[in-house]
């Protein structure tokens, strides 16, 4: 482990992720954890500077064996913002967070991206005010990878930005393009707008505008129309774009309907010996589907459009989790995704300059 | 069976369901296997007018052991509607439809409510155009019953009104609310509005509208606040009130994650011999766990608001669904749902002109 030294970080090779090591329900030690399984299994070259208490962070390294190494680091942050404070008043008071001085790292440009298990809603305040939207991009989304059988798909927006505008979802579109092309390994992903009844002339009228330029952005990406929510798992698009409010709402839907599922059949299967028999015999189907929809692989959501990079991971992240949101974060950096976006936003800008 | 008596048909007690009985991926023969078991499973005195094809209906009705029934009569109609017809031009063209005189013969009183299995989009146009939405319900909403562990609430709207003003989710709630208490049997059913966040001041500018209007119709209904997506299958709320939008893209997501999974489990599980056995023996599990959340006792989504009931049946459902629907349809018109949603708008009503 090396000490930061001082103001500006030594420019290794390799991009810096900073994360915020206080966030999360289970401690820093998982976070830690998790880092050190990400430094053993991917090797993006990407360097870790935690950020948070410095005796505490410098005591679960010593317990994972990365003091010595030397893409990880150190930046002291005294404070943390709780995971039931209110976002802006938690941004205003606690200037020496975790989270605040994570973000800052990124800004100032000694770490190009942040990763952090902490207030959701903290984190994209803090992100979008101090890392700012890019030009041609008035609200950020947030994408999310949905596991499917055999498949998996970009959701975005899945809770940034509730009241989406027409445009908003055109924006996603490009955003969830680059960001299945990063996370998916996807050349040419197929985008679905989410709507009710495909028929031309159903859905909403948000929808109805926003297919209409989606349709016009053709070229852009591989506009597929719209979609309805039973094709969702049919392995049909790979990124679907919606509002903040329906995606957020249908993510922790699934989510709680797949725990409510896993925790019924288990139950019902070690009702009686010869059930349990049975689930021991068959245990490796239940493993089999319970692998392949819940990845550890896909432990984190980029908060997307704005000038860097912010990655939310969920509060719960155990330490494969964790592994998981930091690969994907730089995977997203050497694919250099926001360069990917501002490169589509400047032809979204020109084709709008020249209709023809 | 008995034929109906020309215009007028005969007051006998019960009320009279029309049903649809060409609508339906499995054509009449299936729901008239339908009739034959809630006919003899439920009753609620229900009487049945089967609408198509005379000749047809008759073999069916012969074949079910029902041509001696007086509780089944036939409605001639020489056309149906097909499912991928589009809604407002096949009402038009097909007056002489199973659907189109079937809800004629309730707009005339010859029957009280009126079931389809067939096009959604041509049932919710043909009932709101000609049976009308109720004085102070601008738009009519489709509700279903969702099933959870232990547990089962209404969603409501499902469908049928995408772009839902505040307004309309509180009549969502009224409605949502009469319907609990026929499907469900709950008496003070608890409602909640669907949106993101639950920290006052979050989720979209429509839902904080929608919630100041619930707040403000205390009494009317048991509000419990806003819930998110996380609550809905851990038993917190009987009634989840949003827009059609969001209703519709929920229930279809639900339902293609719910076949996917079945799916995945089974073929994962039929994979080896060892796996076969094991899930042999622990049958029992699974068969309790698809029996509660899969129940044919609720076959049918009725659209609300309207003067009369009309009542949608999944296009693939088979005779328990009907029989389920028949039953949902028997328990609303003996509750006399409408009644009661009219009360409760006069309440509405009144309470607005008196605000104290």
């Known amino acids: 482990m090396s000490t930061p030294s001082g103001p500006g970080l030594p420019a290794k090779s390799g991009h810096i992720l900073a994360i915020d090591a206080m966030g999360g329900d289970h401690g820093p ?15 993006s ?21 990365l003091s010595s190494d030397d893409r990880v680091e150190v930046f002291h942050a005294s404070e943390v913002i ?5 976002p ?15 973000i800052e790292l990124v800004k100032d440009g000694r770490a190009d991206a942040v990763l952090s298990l902490g207030n959701t809603g903290a984190l994209m305040a803090g992100g979008t ?6 030009e041609g991009v008035s609200r950020p989304a ?6 499917s059988r055999g498949h998996q798909f970009v959701l975005i927006d899945a809770g940034a930005n509730p009241d989406a505008d027409p445009i908003h979802l055109l924006h996603n579109a490009l955003l969830g393009k680059e960001y299945a092309r990063c996370a998916l390994n996807i050349k040419n992903p197929r985008v679905g707008l989410l709507t009710i009844g495909t028929e031309e002339g159903k859905g909403s009228e948000k929808i109805l505008e926003a297919h209409a330029l989606l349709k016009g952005a053709n070229g852009l990406f591989n506009y597929c129309g719209p979609v309805e929510g039973f094709q969702l798992f049919r392995n049909e698009v790979d990124v679907v774009v919606c509002d903040g409010f329906t ?7 699934l989510e709680s309907c797949f725990d409510m599922l896993k925790d019924f059949l288990k139950e019902e299967l070690m009702e009686n010996p010869v059930r349990i028999a049975g689930a021991f015999l068959s245990k490796g189907a239940y493993n089999a589907v319970k692998k392949e929809l819940n990845p550890e692989s896909l432990g984190g959501a980029p908060l997307l459009g704005l000038n860097r990079l912010v990655i939310k991971a969920h509060g719960s992240s155990k330490r494969g989790h ?12 050497q694919h250099e995704i926001t360069s990917a976006i501002r490169a589509d936003l400047d032809k979204l800008a020109s084709a709008a300059g020249n209709p023809n």
Do not use: F
């Not at 592994?323 to 997203?332: D, K, Q």
């Open 29 to 43: 030690a998982e976070v830690i954890a998790g880092v050190r399984l990400a430094l053993r299994n991917h090797s």
């Open 45 to 65: 070259g990407i360097r870790i500077l935690l950020v948070g208490d410095k005796a505490a962070l410098d005591r679960h390294i010593a317990a994972e064996g």
């Open 82 to 86: 709780g995971m039931d404070e209110k």
């Open 88 to 102: 802006i008043a938690a941004l205003k008071h606690k200037k020496d967070s975790s989270m605040v001085r994570a």
């Open 129 to 134: 005010l101090r890392l700012r939207p890019m």
């Open 142 to 147: 947030l994408a999310t990878v949905i596991p």
């Open 247 to 253: 995606g957020n709402i249908l993510l922790k839907t």
């Open 322 to 333: 964790v592994a998981g949101a930091i690969r994907v974060a730089g995977e997203a950096l």
